[in-house]
């Protein structure tokens, strides 16, 4: 298959780098690591952790291989109250925006975006090198070894479409700068950030630990907007982060999860009922306020369920439908076969060119689709 290094020559890059012997290292190739390619450039991708090394992390076998470290889970918070047991004493207050986790990597003269569970995306690549190329080369050759860290947003969105007044269609927010494993303190960040003209995750404010007051009127403002939550960070990143998302934004992803059940539906109930639990203590949710919420909760569990399922009776395909453009018909042609790569089950039709590019319909097929098939030819549930 295309898009797949061969193993031998993967197994000896990874020996190198981890200091293990070939046949073990085939051993985990098989195992834990997957060879990937994009435009010629070979990379190893960690599905999982392996020797100390986190999933998501990436070796780029160029000329000369580098370790592109995983990006590290944020703990989460669900009683805002505790973040002075957390932290050391002063915070910096972020915003948590919501789309998906992009890696930026200047290597061997080229710049590479890489997602979450480690793999060269070749649309983020893409709108990333045409929207800050020059500036990301740039980055790269001034500040060796720097990987940034940013959050990939708007409806132009291959992952997590969601509308941002600020990026209505896609853009590219940092919100961490690491070298090796390690973050760099957050002004120096900031100076990266301002220096090469990129856009940066908003901070609401930088407070006490111990300032309840101010981070609840943090969160009073994210929810008023509609947003999705904030990160706590340690100014020189003396302790990890921790993150805290708004009520509407619990209830919301159940929503949106429960249009499809049987994907993201079953995975995402439970945390987040969890979230919401430790939030109705913490707010004293009882009387109306607790039924305002528990109707909420309801509503979003099982309409949108309902609405999918009714499609699929009527004929309808379970699919999620994403409007992309990509800058040639190269682009979409290498995304289409990324995806189906991973597994993903993906139709693309173009509907319209723009100036940044040819406008294409992608549906994603959800295994939901399948299940809802069964479900409603046998009228037996695949649960119990
Ligand atoms: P985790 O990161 O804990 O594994 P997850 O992948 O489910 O969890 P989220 O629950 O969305 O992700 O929370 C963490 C993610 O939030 C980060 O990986 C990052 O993509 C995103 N994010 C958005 N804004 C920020 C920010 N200001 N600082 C750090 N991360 C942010
Ligand atoms: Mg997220």
Redesign the pocket.
Known sequence: MRGECVLGDAAEIVAGVLGIDVGEAARLMRRRLRAMSYRGLRYIVFRGETHGFREGTVILAGREPVVVHG?P??RRLVLLSYTARHMVDRIVV????NGY?TRVVYYEGEVYAIT?GGYICPYTTARIRRMYGDKLRRLGEENPGVVLAG?VVGLENPYVPVYYPEAPGFDYFV??AFRGDKPLPLRERDRLVSEYGLRR?RILGVIDKWDNESLRRFIELIEAEGREGI?IKDPEYRVP?L?YTTVSTNIGDIEEGMRYPFDEGKGYLFPRIVRLLAQGYEEDWRGEKLEEIAKRLGMAILRPALETLRKRAEGGLVAAEYRLVFPDEQVLGEFLEYMRSLGVDIVASIIGSTEEGLAARIMKIKETHDEYTRLLKTGISPLD
Do not use: G, Q, S, T
């Open positions: 990006y889970a944020i972020e915003e948590k925006m986790n979450r959050e919100f961490d995750v990160v982060p993150k």
